[in-house]
């Protein structure tokens, strides 16, 4: 199965990307995934399931830690992994 995660994180600062959005980036960016996709409004990225599952676990424990108040993500199933 093939995921898509769609996340952000706050408070914003649009000044300059705050500590928690800066390591929710790098966890995703270092994560086994494909098409990733990070902006100042929203992050994507696609990948196996299992891969996803991890990065999302990872990016809310270290974006938490890093001071993010809130989380907000989207998790969907966009395919079936090829055999």
Do not use: C, W, Y
């Not at 914003?12 to 996709?37: K, S």
């Not at 599952?53 to 890093?66: E, I, M, S, Y």
């Amino acid at each position: 199965m093939r995921l898509r995660v769609e996340f952000t994180t706050e408070p914003f600062d649009l000044d300059e990307a705050p500590p928690h959005a800066v390591v929710a980036r790098e966890v995703i960016e270092a994560a086994e995934l494909d098409a990733v996709d990070v902006g100042p409004f929203g992050n994507t990225a696609e990948g196996r399931a299992e891969a996803v599952l991890t990065a999302v676990d990872a990016l809310l424990r270290k974006a938490l830690d890093a001071g993010a108040t809130r989380v907000s993500l989207q998790v969907n199933v966009i395919g079936e992994e090829s055999r």
